[in-house]
C-alpha cells in the first residue's frame, strides 16, 4: 500500500509538466492526512487515467464514483463545474480522488468508459444533471429524466419547482396507451 | 303465515330451499349487483413509497382487509377494479401509472393513499407529480403521512359506499376530483398526555 505522497510523486516523474495540486480532502472541517485529491487539466485526463490505472505503482482497477458538483456562487472557486473521479485499487488498497474542472458555455471532457466501463451510466447521469458534455462516450443519453426534458436539474441555477415540466407533462389517453 | 316467517326448525328440506332461493332473488332485486360488487373489490397495490408498507400491513393478518372482501390484491390491471395508488408518483412513472389505470377493467375506481399521491407532499420538486388527480380521476383520498391502515380501511370503505350509491357508472363520465373524503365519523378524543382533554 503506497502512500498518496508516494503515488504523487510517481505521477510528478511520469509527469514532469503536470502541477496535479495535491490536497489532503476536507472532513468535517479538519483536514485528514491520509486522503488526498489531485487536480488534472480536460486536455490530460484519459492520459493521466490511463496511467492510473496501468501502472505498477498505482493500479486504480476500479472507478468507483464519478459524479459532478456546481460551484455557482462558491467563494473563491475559480471554475464552474467541478468533475470528482473515486479511484481505487484492490491490488494495493489505496484510494486516490481525481477533480478535473471544466466551465461554461459548453463544459466539456473527455469520456473514460473507454478505461473504466463502469463509467458508462454515471457519466450519463452527469451529462443529464449537470449538461457536461462526454466526448467519445459510446451512448451519451438522458438516464434520469425523461425524453423531451430540456434542463439540467442539479445545476445550482435550475429552480427547485422546474420550470413548468411538471404541470405540462402529457396525460396518456387510451388511443395513444 | 307468509312464507317467509317460517320457524326454521319446523321446516324439512324441501321447504328450505325452495325459501331460501326465493329470499335470495329478492334480495338481489333490492340490493342489485352492487352488493356483491362492493363486498368483492379486488385492489391493484400501485404502490412506489412507505405508503405500500401501510398497504401491506393492511392486507396482512392484523387488519386483514379480506374482513371487507378486498383481500386478493392482482398484480395484472386486467384482474383488478380498484387502483391504489400508495406513494409519491415521479413524473417518468406517471405513463405507467395512467396505462395501468387504462388497462382496468370497468367499472374501476381510484384510492389515492397518502399525502404525496394526492398532492406531492414535501416533493415540491420538478420531478414529482403535484397530485395524481391531473390525471386520473380520484374517487377517494386517504389522508396520513403514511395513512394507518385503519384510515386506510375506512377509504375502502368509502370506496364500498360509493359502489353502493353510484354502482356501475363507467370512470369515463365520473367526474374528476374529489367525492369522498375518508375520515373517521366520529370525534376522535386527543389524550390527556399531549395536550387534550381525552382521559
Known sequence: ???????????????????????????????TADQHYIRVEPGRLVEVMTFLRDDDRTK???????????YLNFPDAADRYGLVYSLLSITHGHRLWVKCFVNDPSPKVPSVVSIWQGADWMEREVFDMFGVVFEGHPDLRR???WDGFAANPLRKDYPLRGRGERENYQVVERDSA | MPKHEYDPHSMSGDDILT??????????????????????????PFATACCGIELMATGASRYDVARFGAEVMRFSPRQCDLLICAGRVAIKMMPVLQ????????????????ACASTG???????????????????????????????????????????????????????????????????????????????
Not at chain 1, 60 to 70: A, H, S
Not at chain 2, 99 to 114: A, D, L, N
Not at chain 2, 161 to 168: A, F, H, P, T, Y
Open chain 1, 143 to 145: 438516464i434520469l429524466t
Open chain 1, 60 to 70: 486504480f482497477e476500479q472507478l468507483i464514483d464519478l459524479t459532478c458538483v456546481d
Open chain 2, 99 to 114: 396505462r395501468t389505470y387504462i388497462q382496468m377493467t370497468e367499472p374501476k375506481w381510484v384510492i389515492s393513499m397518502g
Open chain 2, 19 to 44: 325459501t331460501r332461493l326465493d329470499e335470495l332473488v329478492k334480495f338481489f332485486r333490492e340490493k342489485g349487483v352492487n352488493w356483491a360488487r362492493k363486498n368483492s373489490l379486488w385492489p391493484m
Open chain 1, 1 to 31: 500500500m503506497a502512500s498518496h505522497e508516494e503515488i504523487i510523486t510517481t505521477l510528478r516523474g511520469r509527469f514532469p509538466d503536470l502541477k496535479f495540486d495535491a490536497r489532503p480532502l476536507l472532513a468535517g472541517g479538519a483536514t
Open chain 2, 121 to 199: 407532499g414535501v416533493f415540491d420538486t420538478y420531478a414529482v407529480v403535484q397530485g395524481i388527480d391531473q390525471f386520473l380521476p380520484v374517487d377517494v383520498y386517504v389522508p396520513g403521512c403514511p395513512p394507518r391502515p385503519e384510515t386506510l380501511i375506512e377509504g375502502i370503505m368509502a370506496i364500498q359506499r360509493i359502489v353502493e350509491k353510484d354502482g356501475i357508472i363507467p370512470s369515463a363520465k365520473r367526474g374528476k376530483g374529489m367525492r369522498l373524503v375518508a375520515q373517521p365519523t366520529y370525534q376522535v378524543g386527543v389524550p390527556e398526555a399531549v395536550g387534550g382533554n381525552h382521559k
